[in-house]
């Protein structure tokens, strides 16, 4: 059976569904060269497609909204938003852990598996990395927000001040000051460089002047010298070591945001774990958000095969095992440490006031994804988009049970009170979601999408044979 | 093998339509006593560093020292200001809280371990956004080109060319100041 009739045929036989040899990760047929010119051409040569622009000027309008929204809180102050005591963390927290969590699937594709060797990760890891800078910088919207004056958030950093005062080292929130910014530049830096050789293939194809003046600068003379592919290969090796650990920081320290303080429902020794393998789960279904019909309107079946999608729900699948066992040991540790705050919170939980959204996020995390289990469904490629569009669902309503229901009802219950996101707390969410999806587009019509040269390296032609000595 | 710039020598470059013609005929110049100035290839070639005669990077080693340098300028900053600087009572906890201080200790570390490294990657590839260097054709999509040096006299082109020949060659070209 050859490979091609895979997606158009109508039956496959269920053992054969996971053989390597029946979807590879990229289609048989390719050259160097075709790969170069299918990439290329969607940043050079081929028209914009008009769905492109549609969708831009939606994303783009959205994000409009949010920076409405920002003006709004700058020339009014953070009452707008619907924070108050006893629920004084609200959207701007479960957002940013929301979005952070995302932006995590990004650096295991691109820095996990290239250590552990998957060369499938190769036609994802790219928009991956675009995806996870995009989602960075959306989280970093709302911390700094948060403060009310953003422009004085660089007291954030401990520099010598003339109020000769230094920043407290000792909280949470500092190191995540620390975990984010660097997060934030290492990827950055990891996403430039995996560029650099990309940008010499467009500066050498493009036809129009701007075209390669611009890449060519972004190139930085780049030519492909076996000396530089050399320490490329060493740094590039390096920086995926440096961003594994990296990575599993950042989210243990958002979750030490939590942890750190007494609150019944935050204090648990569970977290850290919980959140790394909530934050690649919600990262995961973004990537099959976005690669799905990505691959479908840029006609790349070729490269983002049905087995990246497929291997991409196992990792969902089995993230999502572990989240649910912390759900298990949030409810356990209620119980079994007799202590009557955590287990009036986690009952508070159940069958309190937020009940809907504790039951709705364990529908959307625990049950719905155990439908990958079967080898059918996680070849249904609408199946796996609804899927990752529910488990998105979910990890939103994850961080709000954990931010809201341990907070608006906790040791004293004369302070008790209900938390609901204001107008401003929703078009703030909805516009950095704009705001990610716009940059998203000016990345798919500009940047190649996926990596042109990691792609070369992966042909069955590219693998050497050992010379006889 | 200096760094790659060649200045005032002529140069006698070979085109190949595959990465196992591009080894084998870089491991026979070599092999033939010719001076290989460098390879250009679309991609990383597995075994390309060993047939051209290429030593180890020693990148890891000063990724290795940025590190260091990061780790140790975290816990310098931390203690200092917090220990001697400003001593400040947050909840009795001691002023050297030590534990505390672990985590922004360790973004250092990787904060300065991985600029750093991209730094001296660009500087010894002497990459930046105003370069003006000779490409070669194709290179940058499916090409693999291996240079030769040829210095003086000594140089013989047929012998080079039978080389490129029996590996394959799609076309060999001359020139001089290789930029």
């Known amino acids: 059976m050859s490979t091609k009739d895979i997606e158009t045929q109508e039956y496959i036989p269920d053992h054969l569904l996971d053989e390597p040899t029946i979807t590879p990760v990229i289609r048989p047929g390719h050259t160097f060269g075709t790969v170069t010119d299918k990439i290329s051409a969607i940043a050079l040569t081929r028209k914009t497609p008009r769905g492109w622009y549609i969708g831009f000027a939606i994303a783009f309008a959205l994000a409009m909204m949010l920076f409405y929204s920002l003006a709004q809180l700058v020339l009014v102050g953070t009452g707008i938003w619907g924070l108050n005591v006893p629920v004084a963390w609200g959207f701007a927290i479960i957002n940013l852990v929301w979005w952070i969590g995302i932006g995590h699937a990004g650096t295991l594709i691109s820095a996990i598996l290239l250590l552990l060797r998957q060369n499938w990760r190769t036609s994802i890891n790219r928009f991956a990395e675009a995806m996870t800078l995009f989602a960075v910088a959306c989280a970093g919207i709302f911390p700094v927000f948060h403060t009310g004056r953003p422009w004085l958030a660089y007291w954030l950093f401990p520099y010598p001040n003339t109020m000769k005062m230094w920043p407290n080292f000792r909280s949470p929130l500092m190191w995540d000051v620390f975990a984010i910014s660097t997060y934030a530049s290492v990827s950055a830096l990891f996403w430039f460089i995996g560029l650099i050789p990309d940008f010499a293939t467009l500066r050498d194809r493009a036809r129009s002047r701007s075209g390669q003046v611009i890449y060519g600068m972004l190139a930085m003379g780049w030519r492909g010298s076996a000396r530089h592919w050399h320490r490329y290969e060493t740094a590039y090796l390096l920086l995926a070591g440096l961003a594994t650990p990296l990575v599993l920081s950042v989210h243990t320290v958002i979750s030490f945001d939590f942890t750190i303080g007494i609150t019944p429902g935050w204090h648990a020794t569970i977290f850290p774990p919980y959140f790394v393998a909530g934050a690649i789960y919600a990262g995961f279904a973004m990537v099959l958000i976005l690669a799905i019909p990505i691959r479908k309107f840029y006609g790349l079946e070729d490269f983002i095969t049905m087995r990246h999608l497929r291997n991409m729900a196992k990792i969902m699948l089995a993230t999502g095992l572990i989240v649910g066992y912390g759900y298990m040991m949030e409810a356990f540790f209620g119980w079994y440490s007799a202590n009557q705050y955590e287990g009036f919170m986690i009952r508070n939980r159940m069958t309190g006031p937020y009940a809907p959204f504790y039951w709705a996020l364990i529908f959307c995390n625990i049950i719905a994804p155990q439908i990958l289990w079967s080898r059918r469904m996680r070849n249904s490629v609408p199946v796996l988009f609804i899927t990752a569009l529910i488990v998105s669902v979910g990890m939103w309503l994850e961080r709000f049970v954990i931010v809201v229901t341990s907070l608006h009802r906790d040791y004293l219950p004369s302070s008790w009170g209900m938390y609901r996101g204001s107008f401003w707390d929703w078009s703030t969410f909805i516009g950095t979601i704009g705001l990610f999806v716009a940059l998203l587009f000016l990345f798919l019509r500009f940047l190649p999408m996926i990596s042109i040269f990691e792609m070369r390296t992966i042909l069955p032609q590219a693998e050497v044979k050992e010379a006889k000595e | ?179």
């Open chain 2, 1 to 179: 093998m200096g760094n790659g710039e060649l200045k005032n020598v002529r140069y006698t470059a070979a085109y190949f339509r595959r990465e196992e013609d591009l080894i084998a005929a870089a491991r026979e110049a070599r092999a033939a006593g010719f001076e290989i100035h460098d390879a250009f290839t679309p991609f990383p070639v597995h075994g390309l560093d060993e047939a051209v005669g290429l030593r180890p990077s020693r990148l890891t080693w000063i990724a290795l020292i940025a590190g260091a340098m990061g780790l140790g300028a975290g816990l310098a900053l931390q203690i200092w200001t917090s220990v001697y600087d400003w001593p400040l009572n947050v909840g009795g906890k001691p002023f050297n809280s030590f534990p505390l201080f672990i985590p922004v200790a360790f973004e250092l570390t990787v904060l300065f371990s991985g600029l750093i490294a991209i730094c001296v990657l660009l500087a010894r590839n002497r990459l930046w956004i105003f370069s003006k260097r000779l490409v070669f054709d194709r290179v940058t999509d499916d090409r693999f080109v291996l240079v030769l040096k040829a210095r003086d006299a000594s140089f013989d082109i047929n012998k080079a060319m039978v080389i490129f020949d029996r590996a394959g060659a799609l076309r060999v070209i001359e020139g001089d100041q290789f930029v």
